[in-house]
């Protein structure tokens, strides 16, 4: 039996990631993000400092590896942070449940455990 792709108006149904207000009630993973995405962008302008002499296009780079930190560290602290939510099914975040463990894995061939 083959399962059809899901219709454009039924994957509109979580257009952004919605968290719910106890997982999205501390500040400290947004400044975790901010500090890091500053000290690598720091760190990029030293960097830079050593090649490039003209201000622009350091100030340009150090801007472009501030938003890719940034924006990729901020993607991947959401996820996270939806990922883990254990408030009960009805904070699930539109996720299906996990089909439930079928029990331990059998011991591959020729290996002793």
Known sequence: MRHALPRAAETTEYPVMQLCPKCNNSPLPYVMVIMV???LGYVTW?????SIAETLPRAVGTG???LAVGGTLLHYVRACLKRHCRHGPEHRHGSHP???ASGPRPAAPGRSG
């Open 37 to 39: 995405s500053s000290v």
């Open 46 to 50: 030293l960097i830079l400092g050593l």
């Open 64 to 66: 472009l590896v501030f």
């Open 98 to 100: 996990r089909p439930p």
